[in-house]
């Protein structure tokens, strides 16, 4: 069995997602609760261009086997945000976050879910955090300044 996980690791690092996904299968079949299965396949399944709705099943069973790993909530907040599910993807977002406070790019991500449900301050506090832990990071001093612009700007109410 471990000869055949390390096979479809190999392939999914060639780009052979479709072989490895077959692989990740046949190990699920014998073990459908493992987290790291149903990771890898949910990953295989995205590289091959599945919708989202296809992926989730297996990203959510990993994150139910593992709910400590933060990569794993990170990997389920993308998929709900891809399914339109914004409030259900920030909860992901910041339990990976809570988990790992002081990765930058999950904070970003979780200021990026607060911002599309229009939640500024949210967003505001997480791109701030995000630029203290990646001062040199430009996508995240460009986004916590579009985010001051957009806190600063007056709103529509202001204006009639």
């Keep these: 069995m471990r000869k055949v996980r390390e096979m479809a690791t190999e392939l999914f690092k060639a ?14 079949a014998t073990d459908p609760d493992d987290p790291r299965l149903n990771s890898d396949a949910g990953w295989a399944l995205k590289k091959m261009g ?3 709705q296809v992926i989730f099943p297996y990203w959510k069973k990993a994150v139910d086997g593992k709910p400590d ?3 794993y909530h990170d990997n389920v907040g993308f998929v709900l945000h891809e399914l339109g599910e914004h409030e259900r993807a920030t909860d992901h977002y910041r339990t990976a976050v809570e988990l790992q406070p002081k990765n ?8 990026i879910s607060y911002m599309n449900q229009g939640c500024l301050m949210e967003s505001f506090g997480q791109w701030f955090k995000a630029a203290e832990l990646a001062p040199n990071n430009k996508m995240i001093r460009d986004n916590l300044e579009r985010n001051i612009e957009l806190l600063e700007a007056p709103s529509i109410q ?3």
């Design 158 to 160: 202001e204006l009639s």
């Design 69 to 71: 790993n933060p990569i």
């Design 50 to 52: 599945a919708p989202p």
């Design 15 to 28: 780009g052979r997602y479709e072989e490895a996904l077959r692989l990740r299968q046949a190990d699920l």
């Design 104 to 111: 930058a790019l999950l904070r970003a991500k979780l200021a």
